[in-house]
C-alpha cells in the first residue's frame, strides 16, 4: 500500500516562531488529508488537499499539495503554545484500492 | 452531533488473556475503522467497515484480533490471546463514506498488556 513519510519527527521552537512538517509519498496521492493530535489526545480532521498545487490556509496554518501529488506541507506562523501536539497526514486516497495510511507524524513542542 | 463513543477508556490485561473494545460511530456515517497507534507512530488500520461488510482487513493479525460490526452500526474488536506488543491506543474512526473523506475519532482506548 501507500507508504507516507514525514520529517521531522520532533521540533522544538520557541513561542513566536514558524513551524514547518512536511509529508512525502512515493506513489502519486489521489489527496491528502491532515489531522492534529493533542497530548493524550486523539486525532482530530484540520483539512484535505484534493488539487495539484492546492494551497489552502486556516489563520496560521498554512498547507500546500506539491504539484506532482507527491508530497504536501503545513507550515504555522507564530507558533503558539496550543499549537502543541502531533501532526500527521495521511493518504485520503478517493478511489481504486485503498487502505487509509497515516504518516509517522511530526510533535511539535512549543516553549513559551 | 455526538462523537464517536468508545468504551472502555482504559484497560489493563495479563498476556494471554483477552479483551474487547466497543465503538458507536457517528450518526449515519457509513464506515468505520479501527486503528491501532502505538507509541510514537501514527495509526495503523487494522480493520475497515462499510455498513456491516468488511472492506479491508489485511493488516488485521486474525490469529488474535478479530472485529464485527453486525448490524452496521457499533463495532466490537477483540483479541485473544493478548500479547505484551498490543499494548497500544485502539482508536475507532467513523467517516460518511470511505475513500476521500475526513474521518472522526473516538477517544481511544489504551490498552496495557502485563
Known amino acids: 500500500g501507500q507508504q507516507v513519510m514525514q520529517i521531522p519527527q520532533y521540533q522544538h521552537v520557541q513561542e513566536g516562531e514558524d513551524f514547518t512538517t512536511y509529508c512525502n509519498s512515493s506513489?502519486?496521492?489521489?489527496?491528502i488529508q491532515w489531522y492534529k493530535q493533542r497530548p493524550g489526545g486523539h486525532p482530530v480532521f484540520l483539512i484535505q488537499?484534493?488539487?495539484?498545487?492546492e494551497v489552502k490556509k486556516q489563520k496560521r496554518l498554512t498547507f500546500q499539495f506539491g504539484e506532482a501529488k507527491k508530497n504536501s506541507s503545513l507550515h504555522i506562523t507564530a507558533t503558539q503554545t496550543t499549537d502543541v501536539g502531533t501532526y500527521f497526514c495521511?493518504?485520503?486516497?478517493?478511489?481504486?484500492?485503498?487502505?487509509?495510511?497515516f504518516g509517522r507524524g511530526t510533535s511539535l513542542i512549543v516553549h513559551p | 452531533e455526538a462523537g464517536v463513543a468508545q468504551s472502555p477508556r482504559y484497560k489493563i490485561i495479563e498476556k494471554r488473556q483477552s479483551v474487547a473494545f466497543w465503538c458507536n460511530p457517528i450518526?449515519?456515517?457509513?464506515?468505520l475503522y479501527w486503528y491501532q497507534q502505538i507509541l510514537g507512530q501514527g495509526p495503523k488500520l487494522l480493520i475497515q467497515?462499510?455498513?456491516?461488510?468488511?472492506?479491508?482487513d489485511s493488516q488485521l493479525p486474525k490469529d488474535r484480533f478479530s472485529a464485527e460490526r453486525l448490524k452496521g452500526v457499533d463495532s466490537t474488536l477483540k483479541i485473544q490471546p493478548a500479547k505484551l506488543e498490543d499494548s497500544a491506543v485502539y482508536l475507532c474512526?467513523?467517516?460518511?463514506?470511505?475513500?476521500?473523506?475526513?474521518?472522526?475519532f473516538g477517544p481511544g482506548t489504551r490498552l496495557t498488556v502485563t
Open positions: 450518526s449515519g456515517h457509513a464506515t
Open positions: 495521511a493518504d485520503g486516497a478517493s478511489g481504486g484500492s485503498y487502505i487509509p495510511t
Open positions: 488537499l484534493v488539487k495539484s498545487g
Open positions: 474512526a467513523s467517516s460518511f463514506g470511505d475513500r476521500g473523506y475526513e474521518q472522526y
Open positions: 467497515f462499510q455498513n456491516n461488510g468488511v472492506v479491508d
Open positions: 506513489t502519486t496521492l489521489s489527496n
